[in-house]
């Protein structure tokens, strides 16, 4: 089994285009034809010179190997550029790539991938979900209105969520990670007021920052 072909797609969300402006999606297929589908999410440049670190990521550390043989692949990947330590880029593409051999994997012995990395522990996985303006929301008030944060929270518990995250100190600027100034922690106690008057006890509230405050800020 060795890794033979690899297609690389670029799509993007519709608008208003939650969850990043574009999708890098790749498939790896070996030669005797098992494909694999991955997601190469950490990018610092634009989709297409993604595509081509992605291209040359495959070609001159995996093309032709195993899937098995991740972690040499990987080895490869990290410490055979001229500086030993590659970027956040390079990694990411290779990210996408090792998710789709873990795919072929999964694929060729006709097992799931979780049973492969160590079996499964839990039944269920609890999950959050982001604040999202709703149909009836103006989206350039949304993130820095605690009362439509609030009515997005109840939405989303309504449906079965248990635990909800937001951005309450405004939005991303140039200036992260900052101090936070009076209006920024006022602004977060008024949404976090809003939203648990909005869902009682019924979920916890996950408070995003996403690196805009200093260590002592936050």
């Known amino acids: 089994m060795k890794l033979q072909d690899l297609d690389i797609i670029i799509t993007a969300p519709p608008a208003p285009g ?3 402006r574009y999708w890098i999606l790749v498939k790896l297929t070996t030669a005797c034809g098992i494909t694999g589908w991955g997601e190469c999410y950490a990018a610092s440049v634009g989709p297409e010179a993604m595509r081509a670190v992605i291209t040359d990521v495959f070609q001159r550390h995996m093309e032709g190997e ?8 990987f080895r490869r ?22 998710i789709a051999c873990w795919d072929i994997l999964g694929k060729a012995r006709n097992r799931p ?5 160590g079996g499964r522990m839990n039944d ?10 709703q149909p009836q ?10 009362v439509m944060a609030a009515e997005s929270a109840k939405a989303m518990i309504d449906k079965g969520y248990t635990a909800v995250k937001f951005d309450p100190a405004g939005p991303y600027t140039l200036r992260g990670g900052h101090m936070p100034g009076m209006r920024d922690i006022s602004l977060s106690v008024a949404f976090c007021k809003a939203i648990r008057e909005a869902v009682g006890d019924r979920a916890d509230l996950l408070f995003g920052t996403h690196g805009q405050f200093t260590t002592a800020g936050a």
């Open 18 to 20: 939650w969850g990043g």
């Open 66 to 73: 195993n899937p098995e043989n991740i972690e040499l692949m």
């Open 77 to 98: 990947a990290y410490s055979a550029g001229f500086t030993q330590r590659p970027d956040l880029t390079v990694i990411g593409a290779f990210s996408g790539l090792e």
């Open 113 to 117: 991938v979780w049973a492969l990395l």
């Open 124 to 133: 269920r996985v609890r999950a959050y979900t982001y604040l999202y303006p």
């Open 137 to 146: 929301h103006d989206i350039a008030s949304f993130w820095t209105s605690p």
